[in-house]
DNA sequence: GCCAACGTTGGC
DNA sequence: GCCAACGTTGGC
């Protein structure tokens, strides 16, 4: 992994959720919540890289349409997620062990909610958002980088 | 509800 | 370590 040359950088993600698991207007009631569940290897170590301040915009998949809804910001750097020792727990992992946890969990804060949904239609239509991982085929990684770029025009889009 | 794409599992 | 089978994701 590369070491970061200036640790107060930001970095810029893009994380998914189901409305109907977890929505924008969840996380704007709440303030805050732990970004637990996920169970992909991939996107487990892009949150291991998270920093304190980082920006995510809030991707609601699955949904009507879908696209992304809002921003958050990092306000806690990855933790065990609790939901791996839950048996009753979707997310329960019965060969994770305590000692040696496999899946984390970051804290993040509720930044903004657009004022309009940034489809994947409006995302594909727009050349500078052309390289951004949720646009490509198959993607389906729940959390992946975006430039700082990218997330601008994402903002702008949403006109938050 | 369909199905393409991808990750994981497990037999060998 | 290969790879077929299976499960999941998520746009459409």
């Known amino acids: 992994m590369a070491r970061r040359t200036n640790v107060d950088a930001e970095q810029f993600w893009l994380a998914k959720s189901e409305p109907d698991v977890y929505s924008i207007s969840d996380l ?7 970004w637990d569940g996920v169970r992909n290897y991939q996107a487990r170590n892009f949150l291991r890289s998270m920093q304190v301040g980082d920006q995510i915009l809030f991707h609601h998949s699955n949904g009507d349409p ?5 921003t958050a910001t990092v306000v806690g750097l990855a933790q065990p997620d609790s939901t791996q020792f839950d048996p ?7 060969a994770s ?6 899946w984390c969990a970051v804290k993040v804060r509720f930044k903004s909610r657009f004022v309009v949904p940034v489809t994947l ?19 389906r990684l729940s959390v992946t980088p ?12 949403g006109g938050s």
């Open 146 to 157: 975006v430039t700082a770029a990218e997330f601008a025009r994402v903002v702008e889009l």
């Open 28 to 34: 704007r009631r709440d303030g805050s919540t732990l």
């Open 66 to 70: 879908s696209g992304v809804v809002g």
């Open 97 to 102: 062990k305590r000692e040696d946890p496999r």
């Open 88 to 94: 009753r727990s979707e997310g329960f992992d019965g």
């Open 121 to 139: 239609q409006m995302m594909r239509a727009d050349r500078a958002l052309s390289g951004m991982r949720i646009l490509q085929r198959g993607n």
